[in-house]
């Protein structure tokens, strides 16, 4: 499916596409912020947050609900049955809008915190400062499989690993608290006015790491809500395919042009390449390769217990037969009853020990060479 960007109504836009055509859906709709009055800041300048006409249309909690239970039924039918989709929200919206989503039939993968490291203030000290917004992760149904990046979304993560832990090549779990800052300086669009154009423009920095983590290169990115098309930006540099709708001309016409601007990176992120598969090799073809002798001794990596490595790749261990991985559990008193035997056995090569994984990873690159 070829990328477009489309101007018009979202419920009547997303009506004409063919269903379930769609790898992905970031939306983010309106929050119905329910803002009253002038906000001023401390020295008393007026706060331009969000109170604009496309989130203030809904005069009930009934008519909100009955509009976000509208487009997200359209976007379930678009949806392909291992796609997922992401929304955002606030606490006036993210409640109601995630019961919706069960109602519907979706299935809840993760909540994420994105924690804005720049929040704006609380400028009556009325209550908690508002430092973040929630987003669901969801699928179609909870057989669906899914698109996660594991390896991609440890890479992203500077959360939780410092800048020196980082260059050290230490790696960790991306957890579901994100510390991005607040859209800000020359990534924010503005107007022909110079003022920014959008009140609620999301920072690319989350939109990358949302459409790194859960698409494919090619895959079709939807969101139903372009708004400053900061998803279709960040999906065309990670190589992928996007889907657009925005009714407000304004928007659409900025958006557009940024899009345009941009180019696609090919690199290990939008490749993915930390997630590739290594080949499927057996213990059977390394011995037929000799990189393994039937009759040599396996040892832990520590003391001088050792098993016999068998003609058909299994091994004998006080006069018991054992596959590999059943056979390390035994020798090593475990409570599961398997464990994984290349990272448990080692051989004797030149006088050291040598896991046996190791001894599999030349493997693979000699395979890879010939």
Known sequence: MESRILCGDTLEEMSKIESETVDLIFADPPYWMRVDGVLNRVEGTEFDGCNDEW????????????????????CYRLLKTNGSIWVIGSMQCIYSIGAIMQQIGYWLINDVVWHKKNP??????????????????????????????YKTAKELNTDTVDENEYEKGIRKQLGSVWRIAVCQGNERLKDENGKKLHSTQKPEELLYRIIAISSNENDVVLDPFGGTMTTGAVAKRLGRNYIMIERDEK?????????EKEEYIADNISKAIFDERPIRVTMEEMIAAGYFQAGEKMFL???????????????????????????????????ADRLNGFTVWYVERDGYRVSIDEIREKYREDKLKR
Request: glycine share 6%; net charge positive; hydrophobic share 30%.
């Open 301 to 335: 990596k520590k003391g001088e217990v050792y098993a016999i490595l068998t003609e058909d790749a299994k091994i004998r261990y006080r006069d018991e037969i054992y596959d590999l991985h059943h056979g390390a559990a035994v020798i090593k008193g475990a409570k």
């Open 55 to 74: 989130d203030n249309q809904f005069g009930t909690l009934e008519d909100y609900e009955r509009f976000t239970k509208s487009w997200l039924q359209e």
């Open 251 to 259: 928007y659409y016409k900025y958006g557009t042009k940024r899009i």
């Open 120 to 149: 704006t203030p609380n400028f009556m000290g009325t209550r908690l400062n508002n430092s973040h917004e929630t987003l669901i992760w969801a699928t179609k149904s909870k057989k669906s499989k899914f698109t996660f990046h």
